[in-house]
């Protein structure tokens, strides 16, 4: 942490409940939890009810300890950003050290109870996992490269790897394809956002790309990545974990996509001006809903073929 993170060394007295559950990022926990489950769900073989939902609860804890460590750490830059200055650390509710020791101490025990609940290989990817998001991503990459977002987007598609090897006790192509579509997906994702939060990342001297390079780079590389992850996403449909729901559902979403990163891609700074990004907003709204409409479509066609009601 920078100087400029000393004002979040204040005493706390005002945090709730709330606050704390805040440090461990629910919403992208959420993505976490999910993803995981799928990974669990679509992967071959079964495990008992409570091992899944005990590596579930766990993996979701790992999740809580990454999002934690990343406030604590990245509590200078939330103070300087429109989007994140009300988190509870930057605005003193919850003081920063206590935030590092929830984070140390969940990531500890994720860990720990991944490996007693499942094995060793779930235990150790979420271990790598919440070490690449921590380490690699907030403390390195975030505030050196602009291709941070893009190699750090990994941290974030490794649940559905682990879910998978809860169950299987291994790594295969299914699960890597998984990590693949979020990948792929991380950085239009994100770089949409960037486009319209204007000079957020700029006043907070993170180098993301559209601040190092500028919007029409950013557009340029949001198309270019949208071109490989469509692609990758239908072609996941024919692979081991798809089926006709998936495929019928990648079909659609990527054109979506696709067509979304286009129009994009043709816009200038100009004309995103006068409508407020109109376009990149609806953008990144599509993006939201992108990985949880594909996990979901595979989890439809895992639980056919469990029915014994798959279509081919």
Known sequence: MTDASVN???????????????????????????????????????????????????IALGGGASGALNMWWDADIDQR????????????RVRADEARAIGLALAGISVVMLALASNFVAAGLLAFTIFFYVVIYTMWLKRWTPQNIVIGGAAG?????????????????????????????????FWALALFMKSDYADAGV???????????????ILGYTLILAPLAIATGFSGIGGPVYLATAIVLNLMFLRGAIAIWRRDDA?????????????????LYYLFLHFGALLIDASLVRLGLEIW
């Not at 009300?86 to 605005?91: E, N």
């Open 8 to 58: 979040t060394e204040v005493q706390s007295g005002d945090a709730g409940f709330g606050d704390y559950v805040s440090l461990l990022k629910p919403r992208v926990m959420s993505l976490v939890v999910f993803t995981a489950f799928v990974g669990m769900m679509v992967a071959p073989g079964a495990v008992h009810p409570m091992v899944g939902f005990a590596s579930i609860l766990f």
């Open 81 to 92: 950003m429109r989007r994140t200055r009300t988190r509870a650390i930057p605005s003193g």
């Open 157 to 189: 598609a490794f649940p559905p790897m682990i879910g998978w090897a809860v169950v299987t006790g291994n790594v295969s192509l299914e699960s890597v394809l998984m990590f693949a579509l979020i990948f792929m997906w991380t950085p239009p994702h």
């Open 207 to 221: 180098p993301m790309l559209n601040v190092t390079h500028g919007r029409r780079t950013t557009r340029r590389h």
């Open 271 to 287: 004309a995103a001006d006068a409508d407020n990004y109109a376009v990149e907003r609806s953008f990144f709204r599509l993006s």
